[in-house]
């Protein structure tokens, strides 16, 4: 409201101040140029010219209103000498048939933009009685000053027509007064309501824009010509336009090369008056890539029905479609996966028992030595079908896991001895693992975790060579964001770049012995414990596993659960 008011005073003095120059200017010719500027009205119009200056050097450097009060008494003197000036000249240029009476009227003109309608009739009063002042003297019918009431029985006793011409004057300065004060106080008001109406409306239209401008889905407009005249942040990063580039634009000649569907949507609303709740197409964005796109259209009218423009509201549908998509295959996965368990349980008893009935021929029957090595395939691939059925089986049943409290470093230490005894592991690899401290609990399925970290250790014995390799699990907390980060490194050949995108695909596997099976449950795994795996992996440089897990946490939420009860670096060296 004080910034209102302020706008307000400043509008006022833009009318007030070139009033009161006029005024100056007309007065100071007429004394100079009309009456050869006379003794008495020497020091009056000095100190007049002095309050002007001074009046127009408040107006221009007290804008904030920081002096009301000075203001308001300069301006006050400025008016009682430009009377006294204007009584001086009305004086000298024959007094009640001066043609100069008129400039009384500017000031009270003048005053109604300072002083409204209150401030102005005292200006009048004071103008009347000036002029009734000046117009008894010059009648010259009372020789010395007397009271203003005997003053005006003198003339009227006199002189009717000099009454009568006073009080038209007199009458025309209150008439002019009370408009010009009344329309000051009422131009005020307007100016006041106008300018609070402005400035709501005007908060207004930021709000919706701002609102329009941030929302998550694009959003267009045009009008009933098709030119584009709304264009948000959200549209711009999904049709890769931006709004200075196509605002005012028709929209079939923006449109019509990347998203033909589009710009036909919008023409069918301006054409047929056709909107789409819903509706699904596909466009090419700024990179030429196709995108889904769900586009809702809208037809703007008048009250009178006529016809306004289009809005669009559409949303970039590529990760929906991408989340469906893998809802989809997982659905098939799962489905699959049953029946394949069922089917892999069903072969495992026929194959155990063809396994078990050849060891037994292979023991009691006398074979030559190809037949020997025959018998001796088929029991080591009936091994290897049965461990790759197990392994299928345990991948399969991967599900729901128990959460628990997980005592993580005797966990690693654990996977140290099963790995240990691993046909895979040699004695020549050197597996170590690193913590800063001895105890972390996190949360998860111990026996889970468990699994994850051996097929992930055997996973890189397998691939290490025999002579100066290194496996190292090293544990990292970060008690800020609360998570234990679990790496699992080792230096041996690394992962192509093309093998990198496949490894967690059942069956997939560059090893001659290798089930493809050992990742694909790390990664199945990592799923049901809903934690983060991340792998980096360059081709002769070693390969990295991240896991992150989640810290357990003390039943107030207070500190984290570790302790640090080992040296800088624990190790365990195979």
């Known amino acids: 409201m004080p910034h209102n008011k302020q706008d307000l005073r400043l509008k006022r003095f833009g009318w007030f101040l070139p009033l009161r120059l006029i005024s100056f200017v007309i007065m100071f010719a007429v004394v100079l140029f009309w009456i050869n500027y006379p003794d008495f009205l020497h020091l009056p119009l000095i100190l007049y010219s002095i309050l002007t200056l001074g009046v127009a050097l408040l107006i221009a450097f007290d804008r904030s209103n920081r002096f009301p009060m000075i203001s308001m008494t300069v301006v006050g003197l400025q008016f009682l000498l430009e009377i006294v000036i204007e009584s001086g000249v009305i004086h000298n240029t024959g007094n009640i048939n001066s043609p100069f009476s008129a400039l009384f009227l500017l000031t009270i003109v003048s005053a109604a933009l300072t002083y409204r309608l209150v401030g102005t009739l005292v200006v009048a009063s004071i103008v009347s009685l000036a002029f009734t002042f000046i117009v008894w003297l010059r009648t010259g019918q009372i020789d010395t000053p007397a009271f203003l009431p005997g003053a005006l029985e003198s003339i009227v006793s006199a002189q009717d027509a000099v009454f009568y011409a006073i009080f038209l004057h007199i ?336 069956f997939f596997s560059t090893k001659k012995q290798g089930s493809g099976l050992g990742l694909a449950i790390v990664h199945r795994i990592c799923q049901a414990l809903n934690v983060d795996i991340k792998v980096d992996s360059r081709p002769g440089s070693g390969t990295t596993f991240q896991i992150k897990l989640k810290i357990y946490r003390t039943a107030g939420g207070g500190n984290l659960s570790t302790e640090s009860e080992m040296p800088k670096s624990a190790e365990l060296s195979v």
């Open 171 to 506: 009458l025309i300065f209150y008439l002019i007064a009370f408009i010009s004060g009344y329309l000051a106080e009422r131009l005020e008001v307007r100016d006041r309501q106008l300018a609070d109406t402005s400035r709501a409306l005007k908060r207004a239209k930021l709000e919706t824009d701002d609102i329009l401008r941030h929302l998550n889905s694009g959003l267009l407009t045009i009008d009933a010509a098709g030119h584009i005249i709304f264009f948000n942040r959200a549209a711009e990063k999904i049709l890769g336009y931006h709004e200075e580039e196509v605002k005012g634009m028709r929209c079939e000649e923006v449109f019509s090369e990347r998203m033909p569907e589009l710009a036909d949507d919008l023409l069918d609303g301006l054409e047929r008056g056709v909107s789409y709740p819903r509706r699904e197409l596909s466009i090419l964005n700024a990179d030429r890539k196709a995108v889904p796109l769900g586009l809702s259209t809208s037809v703007l009218t008048e009250e009178s029905g006529e016809l306004r423009g289009v809005i669009a509201i559409f949303t970039d549908l590529t990760e929906a479609k991408e989340l469906e998509s893998k809802v989809r295959a997982a659905d098939r996965l799962a489905a699959v996966g049953e029946l394949s368990a069922s089917i892999a349980h069903e072969i495992r008893n026929p194959l155990a028992a063809i396994s078990g009935s050849v060891e037994v021929l292979e023991k009691e029957l006398k074979l030559n030595d190809e037949n020997e090595q025959l018998m001796q395939l088929i029991v080591k691939e009936s091994h290897r079908l049965s461990r790759i059925l197990s392994e299928f089986l345990q991948y399969a049943r991967i599900d729901r896991p128990a959460y628990n409290k997980v005592e993580l470093c005797h966990l690693i230490n654990d996977v140290i001895q099963i790995v240990q005894h691993q046909p895979s592991f040699h004695e020549h690899l050197n597996l170590c693992f690193e913590s800063d401290h001895s105890i972390v609990y996190v949360v998860g399925d111990e026996d889970l975790i468990k699994q994850m970290l051996i097929n992930l250790a055997v996973n890189a014995c397998e691939a290490l060579e025999d002579k100066g390799s290194e496996l190292t699990l090293r544990l990292v907390v970060d008690q800020q964001v609360g998570q234990a980060v679990l790496y699992v490194q080792d230096d041996g050949p690394g992962i192509k770049p093309e093998n990198l995108r496949k490894i967690y695909q059942p």
